[in-house]
């Protein structure tokens, strides 16, 4: 069973930084995919970046320009860089991935989330 556990969290002035941290409980290579998301209170859960196999990441445009999204898989960790933070940024952030296997069966996994609060 995969386990994903991210940390990095906290709270943080507006315009300041927080580098977010997934670590899976093996190898990262296995998964085409992997996401992070994130839920404001009374909103729906985002995308809010996601990386590749082959390393491309896409992000959601509120976050494009501050945002990083990065795997390293010796490490089997996903890190998002958060730069230029605003109060809107506050959420919960959760790591999320996925493979599909040879059966065409998909697999999907989810960390328990860390908090992120921007405000002065």
């Known amino acids: 069973q995969v386990q994903l556990v991210e940390s990095g969290g906290g709270l943080v002035q507006p315009g300041g930084s927080l580098r977010l941290s997934c670590a899976a409980s093996?190898?990262?290579?296995?998964?085409?995919?992997m996401n992070w998301y994130r839920q404001a209170p009374g909103k729906r859960r985002e995308l809010v970046a996601g990386?590749?196999?082959?390393?491309?990441?896409n992000y959601v445009d509120s976050v494009k320009g501050r945002f990083t999204i990065s795997r390293d898989n010796a490490k089997n960790t996903v890190y998002l860089q958060m730069n230029s933070l605003k109060p809107e940024d506050t959420a919960v952030y959760y790591c999320?991935?996925?493979?599909?296997?040879?059966?065409?069966?998909?697999?999907?996994?989810w960390g328990q989330g860390t908090q992120v609060t921007v405000s002065s």
């Open positions: 999320n991935a996925d493979y599909m296997d040879s059966t065409y069966e998909v697999y999907d996994y």
């Open positions: 990386i590749n196999k082959d390393g491309s990441a």
């Open positions: 093996g190898s990262i290579f296995r998964f085409d995919i």
